[in-house]
Protein backbone atom coordinates (compact mmCIF):
# COMPACT_ATOMS: atom_id res chain seq x y z
CA UNK A 1 0.00 0.00 0.00
CA UNK A 2 1.93 3.39 -1.15
CA UNK A 3 1.93 5.81 1.67
CA UNK A 4 0.09 9.37 1.36
CA UNK A 5 2.93 11.53 1.82
CA UNK A 6 6.11 9.69 1.77
CA UNK A 7 8.63 12.84 2.09
CA UNK A 8 6.50 13.95 5.64
CA UNK A 9 8.06 10.67 6.74
CA UNK A 10 12.19 11.34 6.38
CA UNK A 11 13.65 13.64 9.01
CA UNK A 12 16.74 11.86 8.13
CA UNK A 13 18.63 9.48 5.87
CA UNK A 14 17.97 6.45 8.54
CA UNK A 15 14.48 7.07 7.65
CA UNK A 16 14.81 6.96 4.44
CA UNK A 17 16.65 4.11 4.08
CA UNK A 18 13.71 2.07 6.11
CA UNK A 19 11.59 2.38 2.85
CA UNK A 20 11.18 -0.18 0.35
CA UNK A 21 12.59 0.28 -3.17
CA UNK A 22 9.50 0.47 -4.64
CA UNK A 23 8.37 3.19 -2.68
CA UNK A 24 11.50 5.28 -3.46
CA UNK A 25 10.32 7.02 -7.12
CA UNK A 26 7.20 8.21 -5.07
CA UNK A 27 9.85 9.85 -2.64
CA UNK A 28 11.91 11.62 -5.58
CA UNK A 29 8.26 12.76 -7.08
CA UNK A 30 7.15 13.95 -3.97
CA UNK A 31 11.29 15.56 -2.98
CA UNK A 32 10.92 17.33 -6.77
CA UNK A 33 7.68 19.32 -5.45
CA UNK A 34 8.44 20.46 -2.61
CA UNK A 35 11.60 21.81 -3.55
CA UNK A 36 10.02 23.60 -6.75
CA UNK A 37 7.51 24.79 -3.85
CA UNK A 38 9.86 25.82 -1.65
CA UNK A 39 12.30 27.75 -3.78
CA UNK A 40 9.40 29.16 -5.83
CA UNK A 41 8.41 31.03 -1.97
CA UNK A 42 12.15 32.04 -1.25
CA UNK A 43 14.45 32.36 -4.25
CA UNK A 44 17.42 30.39 -4.59
CA UNK A 45 19.12 27.60 -6.91
CA UNK A 46 16.60 25.84 -8.98
CA UNK A 47 17.78 23.91 -11.83
CA UNK A 48 21.18 22.72 -10.56
CA UNK A 49 18.80 21.10 -7.56
CA UNK A 50 16.19 19.94 -9.50
CA UNK A 51 18.47 17.65 -11.55
CA UNK A 52 20.25 15.73 -8.94
CA UNK A 53 16.58 14.85 -6.86
CA UNK A 54 17.09 10.85 -7.97
CA UNK A 55 21.32 11.06 -7.47
CA UNK A 56 20.52 12.57 -4.03
CA UNK A 57 17.74 9.74 -3.16
CA UNK A 58 19.94 6.82 -4.54
CA UNK A 59 23.47 8.62 -2.16
CA UNK A 60 21.56 8.84 0.86
CA UNK A 61 19.68 5.08 0.29
CA UNK A 62 23.15 3.01 -0.36
CA UNK A 63 25.43 4.89 1.59
CA UNK A 64 25.34 5.23 5.73
CA UNK A 65 25.68 9.20 6.25
CA UNK A 66 26.49 10.96 7.87
CA UNK A 67 29.28 8.49 8.80
CA UNK A 68 29.73 7.97 5.09
CA UNK A 69 30.86 11.31 3.96
CA UNK A 70 29.32 13.29 0.85
CA UNK A 71 30.87 16.10 -0.67
CA UNK A 72 29.27 18.46 -2.97
CA UNK A 73 30.72 20.49 -5.22
CA UNK A 74 30.04 24.25 -4.88
CA UNK A 75 27.09 23.12 -3.35
CA UNK A 76 24.39 24.42 -4.83
CA UNK A 77 22.78 21.21 -5.72
CA UNK A 78 21.95 20.26 -1.91
CA UNK A 79 19.01 21.49 -1.24
CA UNK A 80 17.68 17.97 -1.93
CA UNK A 81 19.89 16.74 0.39
CA UNK A 82 19.15 19.55 2.44
CA UNK A 83 15.36 18.70 2.44
CA UNK A 84 16.31 14.94 3.09
CA UNK A 85 18.50 15.30 6.34
CA UNK A 86 16.52 17.44 9.04
CA UNK A 87 15.80 20.29 7.17
CA UNK A 88 12.71 20.30 5.39
CA UNK A 89 10.65 22.93 7.41
CA UNK A 90 13.78 25.29 7.46
CA UNK A 91 13.67 25.45 3.79
CA UNK A 92 11.28 28.03 4.29
CA UNK A 93 13.97 30.08 5.87
CA UNK A 94 16.61 29.78 2.79
CA UNK A 95 19.41 32.56 2.34
CA UNK A 96 17.01 34.86 4.27
CA UNK A 97 18.51 36.88 7.37
CA UNK A 98 19.07 33.53 10.43
CA UNK A 99 18.01 30.99 8.26
CA UNK A 100 19.77 28.07 6.51
CA UNK A 101 22.35 28.65 4.01
CA UNK A 102 21.63 28.06 0.17
CA UNK A 103 25.43 26.41 0.36
CA UNK A 104 26.76 23.10 2.43
CA UNK A 105 27.71 24.33 6.18
CA UNK A 106 29.41 22.23 8.90
CA UNK A 107 28.25 24.26 11.59
CA UNK A 108 24.63 23.28 10.23
CA UNK A 109 24.29 19.73 9.63
CA UNK A 110 26.56 17.04 10.45
CA UNK A 111 25.38 15.77 7.27
CA UNK A 112 27.16 18.42 5.67
CA UNK A 113 30.60 16.95 5.49
CA UNK A 114 32.08 19.44 3.80
CA UNK A 115 31.76 23.48 3.06
CA UNK A 116 31.06 24.09 -0.28
CA UNK A 117 30.19 27.26 -2.54
CA UNK A 118 33.44 28.02 -4.65
CA UNK A 119 33.77 25.06 -7.47
CA UNK A 120 36.34 22.47 -7.99
CA UNK A 121 37.24 21.83 -4.45
CA UNK A 122 35.34 18.45 -3.43
CA UNK A 123 37.50 15.41 -5.12
CA UNK A 124 40.37 16.89 -2.88
CA UNK A 125 38.19 17.27 0.42
CA UNK A 126 36.95 13.99 -0.19
CA UNK A 127 40.27 12.17 -1.03
CA UNK A 128 41.48 14.00 1.77
CA UNK A 129 38.88 12.53 4.42
CA UNK A 130 39.44 9.13 2.49
CA UNK A 131 42.97 9.27 3.67
CA UNK A 132 42.20 10.18 7.19
CA UNK A 133 39.83 7.30 7.37
CA UNK A 134 42.27 5.33 6.50
CA UNK A 135 45.12 6.97 9.00
CA UNK A 136 42.35 6.51 11.71
CA UNK A 137 41.64 3.20 10.67
CA UNK A 138 37.80 3.89 10.27
CA UNK A 139 35.61 2.00 7.84
CA UNK A 140 33.55 4.75 6.05
CA UNK A 141 33.09 5.43 1.81
CA UNK A 142 33.75 9.35 0.84
CA UNK A 143 32.25 10.53 -1.71
CA UNK A 144 32.47 13.80 -3.95
CA UNK A 145 29.76 14.83 -6.20
CA UNK A 146 31.39 17.67 -8.81
CA UNK A 147 29.44 18.78 -12.12
CA UNK A 148 31.60 18.70 -15.50
CA UNK A 149 31.67 22.30 -15.51
CA UNK A 150 33.49 22.30 -12.38
CA UNK A 151 35.07 19.29 -13.83
CA UNK A 152 37.70 20.93 -16.01
CA UNK A 153 39.35 23.37 -13.46
CA UNK A 154 42.70 22.64 -13.07
CA UNK A 155 41.97 21.66 -8.88
CA UNK A 156 39.72 18.60 -9.98
CA UNK A 157 43.02 17.31 -12.61
CA UNK A 158 45.53 18.55 -9.24
CA UNK A 159 43.58 16.19 -6.86
CA UNK A 160 42.80 13.49 -9.47
CA UNK A 161 46.48 13.30 -9.91
CA UNK A 162 47.14 12.65 -6.30
CA UNK A 163 44.56 9.49 -6.32
CA UNK A 164 46.76 7.24 -6.38
CA UNK A 165 46.92 8.07 -2.51
CA UNK A 166 43.71 6.42 -2.70
CA UNK A 167 44.28 2.88 -4.01
CA UNK A 168 42.25 0.13 -2.62
CA UNK A 169 40.21 2.70 -0.65
CA UNK A 170 36.97 3.47 -0.35
CA UNK A 171 36.84 6.28 -2.24
CA UNK A 172 34.01 7.51 -5.00
CA UNK A 173 33.66 10.85 -7.52
CA UNK A 174 30.39 11.14 -9.33
CA UNK A 175 30.74 13.16 -12.09
CA UNK A 176 27.22 14.86 -12.53
CA UNK A 177 27.00 15.27 -16.56
CA UNK A 178 24.22 17.92 -17.40
CA UNK A 179 25.98 19.71 -20.08
CA UNK A 180 25.90 22.78 -17.85
CA UNK A 181 27.60 25.00 -15.46
CA UNK A 182 26.13 28.07 -14.83
CA UNK A 183 25.97 28.29 -18.56
CA UNK A 184 26.58 25.86 -21.20
CA UNK A 185 30.37 24.61 -20.40
CA UNK A 186 33.05 25.16 -22.96
CA UNK A 187 37.08 23.03 -23.55
CA UNK A 188 38.03 20.35 -24.62
CA UNK A 189 36.65 17.97 -21.86
CA UNK A 190 33.07 18.96 -22.17
CA UNK A 191 33.33 18.19 -26.13
CA UNK A 192 34.87 15.06 -24.70
CA UNK A 193 32.00 14.23 -22.53
CA UNK A 194 29.27 15.61 -24.96
CA UNK A 195 30.57 12.74 -27.55
CA UNK A 196 30.53 9.81 -25.17
CA UNK A 197 27.03 10.70 -24.31
CA UNK A 198 25.17 11.62 -27.90
CA UNK A 199 23.23 9.44 -29.69
CA UNK A 200 22.61 7.08 -26.06
CA UNK A 201 19.02 6.71 -25.01
CA UNK A 202 19.13 6.07 -21.76
CA UNK A 203 15.83 6.03 -20.41
CA UNK A 204 15.44 3.00 -23.15
CA UNK A 205 17.97 1.18 -21.86
CA UNK A 206 16.72 -1.85 -20.36
CA UNK A 207 19.80 -3.64 -18.76
CA UNK A 208 20.45 -0.41 -16.65
CA UNK A 209 22.83 -2.54 -13.58
CA UNK A 210 24.35 -4.43 -16.36
CA UNK A 211 25.09 -1.32 -18.02
CA UNK A 212 25.83 0.66 -15.15
CA UNK A 213 28.85 -1.45 -13.47
CA UNK A 214 31.23 -2.26 -16.68
CA UNK A 215 33.97 -3.08 -15.62
CA UNK A 216 37.36 -0.86 -16.98
CA UNK A 217 38.60 -3.36 -19.10
CA UNK A 218 35.36 -3.47 -21.23
CA UNK A 219 35.41 0.21 -21.46
CA UNK A 220 38.71 0.29 -23.10
CA UNK A 221 37.31 -2.01 -25.48
CA UNK A 222 34.32 0.42 -26.52
CA UNK A 223 37.32 2.66 -28.34
CA UNK A 224 38.95 5.84 -27.35
CA UNK A 225 35.94 7.98 -26.89
CA UNK A 226 35.23 6.43 -23.48
CA UNK A 227 37.16 8.56 -20.90
CA UNK A 228 37.91 5.46 -18.94
CA UNK A 229 41.26 6.19 -21.44
CA UNK A 230 41.46 9.53 -19.05
CA UNK A 231 40.06 8.63 -15.76
CA UNK A 232 41.49 5.10 -15.89
CA UNK A 233 45.17 6.78 -15.96
CA UNK A 234 44.55 8.74 -13.38
CA UNK A 235 43.73 5.37 -11.26
CA UNK A 236 39.94 5.52 -11.01
CA UNK A 237 37.83 2.37 -11.93
CA UNK A 238 35.56 4.09 -14.61
CA UNK A 239 31.93 3.19 -14.73
CA UNK A 240 29.35 4.37 -16.80
CA UNK A 241 27.69 6.77 -18.33
CA UNK A 242 24.22 5.93 -16.86
CA UNK A 243 20.98 7.70 -16.46
CA UNK A 244 21.10 9.47 -13.78
CA UNK A 245 17.36 10.15 -13.55
CA UNK A 246 16.82 6.27 -13.36
CA UNK A 247 16.68 5.63 -9.69
CA UNK A 248 17.52 1.53 -10.38
CA UNK A 249 20.47 2.15 -12.36
CA UNK A 250 21.75 4.66 -10.11
CA UNK A 251 20.83 2.37 -7.06
CA UNK A 252 22.53 -0.89 -8.77
CA UNK A 253 25.66 0.81 -9.70
CA UNK A 254 26.07 2.80 -6.22
CA UNK A 255 25.33 -0.32 -4.21
CA UNK A 256 27.73 -2.87 -6.51
CA UNK A 257 30.86 0.09 -6.21
CA UNK A 258 29.78 0.06 -2.77
CA UNK A 259 30.97 -3.79 -2.74
CA UNK A 260 34.38 -2.97 -4.44
CA UNK A 261 37.45 -1.82 -3.18
CA UNK A 262 38.26 1.77 -4.94
CA UNK A 263 38.92 4.51 -6.46
CA UNK A 264 35.82 4.67 -8.36
CA UNK A 265 34.62 7.09 -11.02
CA UNK A 266 30.81 7.08 -11.53
CA UNK A 267 29.89 9.32 -14.46
CA UNK A 268 25.83 10.16 -14.41
CA UNK A 269 24.17 12.16 -17.27
CA UNK A 270 21.48 14.54 -15.86
CA UNK A 271 19.13 17.03 -17.39
CA UNK A 272 19.51 20.47 -15.56
CA UNK A 273 16.08 21.48 -14.63
CA UNK A 274 14.48 18.12 -14.96
CA UNK A 275 10.76 18.16 -13.86
CA UNK A 276 9.96 21.39 -14.61
CA UNK A 277 9.28 22.97 -18.50
CA UNK A 278 10.45 26.66 -17.86
CA UNK A 279 13.87 25.25 -15.81
CA UNK A 280 14.37 22.47 -18.79
CA UNK A 281 14.39 24.98 -21.74
CA UNK A 282 16.06 27.50 -20.26
CA UNK A 283 18.34 26.69 -17.44
CA UNK A 284 20.30 29.28 -17.76
CA UNK A 285 17.77 31.53 -16.68
CA UNK A 286 16.73 29.40 -13.76
CA UNK A 287 19.77 28.62 -12.62
CA UNK A 288 18.81 31.28 -9.75
CA UNK A 289 16.40 32.79 -8.77
CA UNK A 290 17.01 36.48 -6.91
CA UNK A 291 13.24 36.22 -5.02
CA UNK A 292 10.09 34.21 -5.57
CA UNK A 293 7.97 33.32 -8.35
CA UNK A 294 4.96 31.71 -9.29
CA UNK A 295 5.13 28.32 -10.61
CA UNK A 296 2.88 28.64 -13.08
CA UNK A 297 3.95 32.21 -14.62
CA UNK A 298 7.97 31.39 -14.27
CA UNK A 299 10.45 34.14 -13.62
CA UNK A 300 9.60 37.39 -14.38
CA UNK A 301 11.65 40.09 -14.83
CA UNK A 302 13.01 41.78 -12.05
CA UNK A 303 11.25 45.16 -11.63
CA UNK A 304 14.48 47.71 -12.43
CA UNK A 305 16.04 49.35 -9.92
CA UNK A 306 16.70 53.56 -10.19
CA UNK A 307 19.53 53.53 -12.58
CA UNK A 308 21.49 50.61 -14.35
CA UNK A 309 22.96 47.89 -12.20
CA UNK A 310 26.59 47.79 -12.63
CA UNK A 311 27.43 44.74 -14.02
CA UNK A 312 25.07 46.29 -17.22
CA UNK A 313 27.74 49.35 -16.84
CA UNK A 314 30.07 47.72 -17.57
CA UNK A 315 29.11 45.42 -20.26
CA UNK A 316 28.07 49.00 -21.81
CA UNK A 317 31.50 50.11 -21.15
CA UNK A 318 33.12 46.81 -22.65
CA UNK A 319 31.19 47.34 -25.94
CA UNK A 320 32.03 51.08 -26.43
CA UNK A 321 36.28 50.38 -25.58
CA UNK A 322 36.01 47.84 -28.13
CA UNK A 323 34.04 50.03 -30.65
CA UNK A 324 37.34 52.62 -29.91
CA UNK A 325 39.95 50.23 -29.53
CA UNK A 326 40.70 47.15 -31.58
CA UNK A 327 43.09 45.60 -28.72
CA UNK A 328 40.55 45.37 -26.21
CA UNK A 329 39.37 41.75 -25.29
CA UNK A 330 36.77 40.38 -22.96
CA UNK A 331 38.08 37.52 -20.11
CA UNK A 332 35.59 36.05 -17.74
CA UNK A 333 36.09 32.46 -16.22
CA UNK A 334 32.15 31.50 -16.47
CA UNK A 335 30.67 34.20 -15.67
CA UNK A 336 29.50 35.77 -19.01
CA UNK A 337 25.77 36.55 -17.71
CA UNK A 338 26.57 37.49 -14.35
CA UNK A 339 29.27 39.89 -15.43
CA UNK A 340 27.27 41.65 -18.11
CA UNK A 341 29.11 40.45 -21.11
CA UNK A 342 26.51 38.69 -23.15
CA UNK A 343 25.85 41.79 -25.57
CA UNK A 344 29.82 41.71 -25.67
CA UNK A 345 29.98 38.10 -26.73
CA UNK A 346 27.26 38.82 -29.39
CA UNK A 347 28.80 42.12 -31.08
CA UNK A 348 32.83 40.73 -30.41
CA UNK A 349 32.69 36.62 -30.47
CA UNK A 350 36.60 36.60 -31.32
CA UNK A 351 37.43 38.94 -28.81
CA UNK A 352 35.38 37.00 -26.08
CA UNK A 353 36.94 34.42 -23.87
CA UNK A 354 35.35 32.37 -21.69
CA UNK A 355 37.75 30.04 -20.29
CA UNK A 356 35.33 28.29 -17.84
CA UNK A 357 35.73 27.56 -14.12
CA UNK A 358 39.42 28.25 -14.29
CA UNK A 359 40.27 31.73 -12.74
CA UNK A 360 44.43 31.06 -12.46
CA UNK A 361 44.23 30.17 -16.26
CA UNK A 362 41.96 33.54 -16.95
CA UNK A 363 44.42 35.79 -15.16
CA UNK A 364 47.71 34.14 -16.84
CA UNK A 365 45.93 33.84 -20.08
CA UNK A 366 45.13 37.50 -19.62
CA UNK A 367 48.56 38.27 -18.89
CA UNK A 368 49.95 36.79 -21.94
CA UNK A 369 47.74 38.68 -24.13
CA UNK A 370 48.29 41.69 -22.58
CA UNK A 371 52.23 40.80 -23.31
CA UNK A 372 52.14 40.54 -27.00
CA UNK A 373 50.26 43.87 -26.95
CA UNK A 374 46.25 43.75 -26.65
CA UNK A 375 44.27 45.08 -23.77
CA UNK A 376 42.46 42.40 -22.02
CA UNK A 377 39.58 43.08 -19.51
CA UNK A 378 39.26 40.42 -17.08
CA UNK A 379 35.51 40.29 -15.69
CA UNK A 380 35.64 38.62 -12.52
CA UNK A 381 33.72 38.36 -9.02
CA UNK A 382 35.84 39.55 -5.89
CA UNK A 383 35.61 36.42 -4.30
CA UNK A 384 36.78 34.20 -6.71
CA UNK A 385 39.85 36.56 -7.97
CA UNK A 386 41.02 35.03 -4.63
CA UNK A 387 41.18 32.30 -6.83
CA UNK A 388 44.08 33.82 -8.88
CA UNK A 389 46.20 35.42 -5.96
CA UNK A 390 49.60 34.10 -7.39
CA UNK A 391 48.73 34.81 -11.09
CA UNK A 392 47.89 38.54 -9.98
CA UNK A 393 51.08 38.96 -8.46
CA UNK A 394 53.60 36.80 -10.09
CA UNK A 395 52.26 37.03 -14.00
CA UNK A 396 50.43 40.65 -14.01
CA UNK A 397 52.33 42.75 -11.31
CA UNK A 398 56.10 41.46 -11.56
CA UNK A 399 55.72 42.14 -15.20
CA UNK A 400 53.69 45.40 -14.89
CA UNK A 401 51.16 44.13 -17.49
CA UNK A 402 48.56 46.15 -18.76
CA UNK A 403 45.54 43.71 -17.58
CA UNK A 404 42.50 45.51 -16.24
CA UNK A 405 40.37 43.97 -13.51
CA UNK A 406 36.51 44.77 -12.96
CA UNK A 407 35.89 43.21 -9.82
CA UNK A 408 32.11 42.68 -9.65
CA UNK A 409 30.16 41.58 -6.69
CA UNK A 410 32.41 44.13 -3.87
CA UNK A 411 31.42 43.84 -0.72
CA UNK A 412 28.27 42.47 0.66
CA UNK A 413 26.76 39.92 -1.76
CA UNK A 414 23.01 39.03 -0.11
CA UNK A 415 21.75 34.99 -0.34
CA UNK A 416 25.21 33.62 -1.31
CA UNK A 417 26.36 34.76 2.04
CA UNK A 418 29.71 34.57 4.12
CA UNK A 419 31.39 31.91 0.85
CA UNK A 420 30.50 34.61 -2.26
CA UNK A 421 31.35 37.85 0.18
CA UNK A 422 33.30 40.34 -1.48
CA UNK A 423 35.26 42.02 1.75
CA UNK A 424 38.92 41.18 1.19
CA UNK A 425 39.92 42.74 -2.47
CA UNK A 426 40.90 45.93 -0.96
CA UNK A 427 43.16 44.74 1.36
CA UNK A 428 44.76 42.10 -0.86
CA UNK A 429 45.41 43.79 -4.16
CA UNK A 430 46.55 47.53 -2.29
CA UNK A 431 49.72 45.62 -1.14
CA UNK A 432 50.71 44.50 -4.50
CA UNK A 433 53.45 46.41 -6.57
CA UNK A 434 52.69 48.25 -9.66
CA UNK A 435 48.44 48.04 -9.00
CA UNK A 436 46.37 50.61 -9.48
CA UNK A 437 43.28 50.58 -7.55
CA UNK A 438 39.95 52.49 -7.60
CA UNK A 439 36.36 51.96 -6.34
CA UNK A 440 33.16 53.81 -8.04
CA UNK A 441 30.82 55.46 -5.77
CA UNK A 442 27.78 55.73 -8.85
CA UNK A 443 27.36 54.13 -12.01
CA UNK A 444 29.19 57.07 -13.94
CA UNK A 445 32.36 57.02 -11.98
CA UNK A 446 32.54 53.24 -12.64
CA UNK A 447 32.32 54.08 -16.24
CA UNK A 448 34.91 56.23 -16.11
CA UNK A 449 37.44 54.35 -13.72
CA UNK A 450 37.14 51.65 -16.53
CA UNK A 451 37.88 54.01 -19.25
CA UNK A 452 40.83 55.11 -17.16
CA UNK A 453 42.09 51.77 -16.90
CA UNK A 454 41.98 51.34 -20.46
CA UNK A 455 44.75 54.45 -20.64
CA UNK A 456 47.43 53.04 -18.44
CA UNK A 457 49.85 50.69 -19.18
CA UNK A 458 49.66 48.76 -15.61
CA UNK A 459 47.68 46.50 -14.44
CA UNK A 460 44.38 48.28 -12.92
CA UNK A 461 41.31 47.15 -10.80
CA UNK A 462 38.04 48.97 -10.76
CA UNK A 463 35.68 47.29 -8.09
CA UNK A 464 31.86 48.19 -7.70
CA UNK A 465 29.11 46.38 -5.91
CA UNK A 466 26.22 44.24 -6.56
CA UNK A 467 22.89 45.23 -8.07
CA UNK A 468 21.79 48.66 -8.75
CA UNK A 469 23.72 52.30 -8.19
CA UNK A 470 22.83 55.61 -7.06
CA UNK A 471 20.50 55.77 -9.89
CA UNK A 472 23.19 58.52 -11.75
CA UNK A 473 22.95 58.52 -15.54
CA UNK A 474 26.26 57.41 -17.31
CA UNK A 475 27.83 60.01 -19.69
CA UNK A 476 28.28 58.67 -23.32
CA UNK A 477 31.61 60.32 -23.35
CA UNK A 478 34.50 58.93 -21.30
CA UNK A 479 36.78 60.98 -19.47
CA UNK A 480 40.22 59.77 -18.02
CA UNK A 481 40.31 60.26 -14.08
CA UNK A 482 43.43 61.71 -13.11
CA UNK A 483 45.23 59.36 -11.36
CA UNK A 484 45.54 59.25 -7.12
CA UNK A 485 43.26 62.05 -7.18
CA UNK A 486 39.79 62.28 -4.98
CA UNK A 487 37.26 65.08 -4.57
CA UNK A 488 35.51 66.86 -1.86
CA UNK A 489 31.70 66.31 -2.35
CA UNK A 490 30.59 67.99 1.21
CA UNK A 491 32.26 70.93 3.24
CA UNK A 492 31.31 70.66 6.75
CA UNK A 493 29.47 74.10 7.91
CA UNK A 494 30.72 74.37 11.66
CA UNK A 495 27.67 73.50 13.29
CA UNK A 496 29.49 70.90 15.45
CA UNK A 497 32.63 71.73 17.70
CA UNK A 498 34.31 69.01 16.45
CA UNK A 499 35.51 69.00 12.88
CA UNK A 500 35.46 65.76 11.34
CA UNK A 501 36.40 64.44 8.06
CA UNK A 502 34.74 61.30 6.38
CA UNK A 503 37.12 59.76 3.86
CA UNK A 504 35.01 57.48 2.13
CA UNK A 505 35.24 54.62 -0.55
CA UNK A 506 33.09 53.53 -3.46
CA UNK A 507 29.83 52.32 -2.30
CA UNK A 508 30.00 54.06 1.10
CA UNK A 509 30.20 57.71 -0.74
CA UNK A 510 25.91 57.81 -0.65
CA UNK A 511 25.64 56.63 2.85
CA UNK A 512 28.68 59.05 3.97
CA UNK A 513 26.95 61.76 2.57
CA UNK A 514 23.73 60.94 4.28
CA UNK A 515 25.16 60.77 7.58
CA UNK A 516 27.47 63.81 6.97
CA UNK A 517 24.23 65.91 6.70
CA UNK A 518 23.24 64.87 10.44
CA UNK A 519 26.39 65.70 11.86
CA UNK A 520 28.37 68.27 10.03
CA UNK A 521 30.89 66.67 8.48
CA UNK A 522 33.03 67.29 5.10
CA UNK A 523 33.21 64.14 2.59
CA UNK A 524 35.76 63.27 0.33
CA UNK A 525 35.36 60.94 -2.29
CA UNK A 526 38.50 59.51 -2.55
CA UNK A 527 37.96 57.12 -5.48
CA UNK A 528 41.73 55.60 -5.30
CA UNK A 529 42.66 53.45 -2.57
CA UNK A 530 45.84 52.85 -4.72
CA UNK A 531 47.53 55.93 -4.99
CA UNK A 532 45.95 57.39 -2.37
CA UNK A 533 45.40 60.94 -2.63
CA UNK A 534 47.86 62.20 0.03
CA UNK A 535 47.86 65.55 -0.44
CA UNK A 536 43.49 65.41 -0.32
CA UNK A 537 44.52 63.58 3.62
CA UNK A 538 47.19 65.79 4.83
CA UNK A 539 45.24 68.99 3.52
CA UNK A 540 42.10 67.30 5.50
CA UNK A 541 43.80 66.04 8.43
CA UNK A 542 45.10 69.88 8.99
CA UNK A 543 41.81 71.42 8.50
CA UNK A 544 39.86 68.73 11.29
CA UNK A 545 40.02 67.70 14.36
CA UNK A 546 39.07 63.81 13.41
CA UNK A 547 39.18 61.83 10.55
CA UNK A 548 36.62 58.90 9.54
CA UNK A 549 37.58 56.38 7.12
CA UNK A 550 34.44 54.38 5.56
CA UNK A 551 34.62 51.47 2.99
CA UNK A 552 32.55 48.56 1.97
CA UNK A 553 35.69 46.16 2.48
CA UNK A 554 37.48 44.67 5.68
CA UNK A 555 38.46 47.20 7.93
CA UNK A 556 42.01 45.00 9.27
CA UNK A 557 44.50 45.67 6.08
CA UNK A 558 41.81 47.65 3.81
CA UNK A 559 41.45 50.87 2.53
CA UNK A 560 41.27 52.70 6.04
CA UNK A 561 44.24 51.10 7.43
CA UNK A 562 45.68 52.46 3.93
CA UNK A 563 44.65 55.84 4.94
CA UNK A 564 46.51 55.37 8.43
CA UNK A 565 49.51 54.44 7.12
CA UNK A 566 49.75 57.70 5.51
CA UNK A 567 48.79 59.71 8.50
CA UNK A 568 52.24 58.44 9.97
CA UNK A 569 54.14 58.62 7.07
CA UNK A 570 52.81 62.33 7.02
CA UNK A 571 53.54 62.86 10.73
CA UNK A 572 50.20 63.69 11.28
CA UNK A 573 48.40 62.88 14.29
CA UNK A 574 44.63 63.38 15.25
CA UNK A 575 41.97 60.51 15.96
CA UNK A 576 40.63 57.86 13.50
CA UNK A 577 38.26 55.83 13.23
CA UNK A 578 37.64 52.87 10.86
CA UNK A 579 34.27 51.90 9.77
CA UNK A 580 34.03 49.02 7.22
CA UNK A 581 33.17 45.08 7.30
CA UNK A 582 33.83 43.90 10.80
CA UNK A 583 36.64 40.56 10.97
CA UNK A 584 34.14 38.22 11.38
CA UNK A 585 32.50 36.38 8.41
CA UNK A 586 28.80 38.00 7.69
CA UNK A 587 26.00 35.58 6.65
CA UNK A 588 23.37 35.59 4.62
CA UNK A 589 20.61 38.08 3.95
CA UNK A 590 18.92 40.97 2.94
CA UNK A 591 22.24 43.30 1.87
CA UNK A 592 20.54 46.08 2.94
CA UNK A 593 20.24 44.37 6.56
CA UNK A 594 23.31 42.88 6.61
CA UNK A 595 25.16 46.63 5.99
CA UNK A 596 22.81 48.27 8.68
CA UNK A 597 24.05 45.23 10.90
CA UNK A 598 27.26 46.51 10.06
CA UNK A 599 26.75 50.14 10.90
CA UNK A 600 27.32 50.61 7.15
CA UNK A 601 23.73 52.44 6.33
CA UNK A 602 23.33 56.50 6.84
CA UNK A 603 21.86 56.00 10.97
CA UNK A 604 24.94 53.57 11.46
CA UNK A 605 27.36 55.42 9.96
CA UNK A 606 26.39 58.78 12.18
CA UNK A 607 25.66 56.70 15.34
CA UNK A 608 28.90 55.70 15.20
CA UNK A 609 30.97 59.07 14.68
CA UNK A 610 28.33 60.19 17.46
CA UNK A 611 30.05 57.40 19.74
CA UNK A 612 33.36 57.60 19.19
CA UNK A 613 33.64 61.60 18.98
CA UNK A 614 30.84 61.88 21.76
CA UNK A 615 29.04 64.20 19.90
CA UNK A 616 26.01 65.48 21.49
CA UNK A 617 23.19 65.61 19.36
CA UNK A 618 22.21 69.30 20.38
CA UNK A 619 25.75 69.71 17.90
CA UNK A 620 24.57 68.44 15.43
CA UNK A 621 21.69 68.57 12.35
Known amino acids: M?????????????????????ELPQL????????????????????SNLGVVELTVALHYVFDTPADRIVWDVGHQAYPHK????????????????????????????????GTAHSSTS???????????KLQKVKRYSIAVIGDGAMSAGMAFEAMNNVGAAENMPFLVILNDNGMSISPPVGALNACLARLTSGRDFAQTSTEAEYACASTSEAHAKGPNVPDTLFGEFGFHYIGPIDGHNLNALISALKEIKQQPGPHFLHVVTKKGKGYSFAEQDPVRYHHSKEAFGLKEGIKPSS?????????????WLCDAAELDSRVVGITPAMGEGSGMVRFAELFPHRYFDVGIGEQHAVTFAAGLAADGLKP???????FLQRAYDQLIHDVALQNLPVIFAIDRAGVVGGDGATHLGSYDLAFLRCIPNMIVMAASNENECRQMLYTALQQTSPTAVRYPRGGGTGVETERKMTAIPIGKGEVLRHATGVSKIRI???AFGSMVAPALGAANLIDATVANMRFIKPLDTDLIYRLATTHDAIVTVEEGCVMGGAGSACAEALSALCVSLPV????????????????????DCGLDIPGIAASIRTRFQLPLSETQ
Open 2 to 22: TKENVLRTIDSPADLRRLHRS
Open 28 to 47: TRELRTFLLDSVSRTGGHLS
Open 83 to 114: ILTGRRERMRTLRQNGGISGFPVRTESQYDAF
Open 123 to 133: ISAALGMAVAA
Open 304 to 316: APPGKSYSQVFGE
Open 377 to 383: VVAIYST
Open 501 to 503: AIL
Open 577 to 596: LHLGLPDHLIDHGDPVKLLA
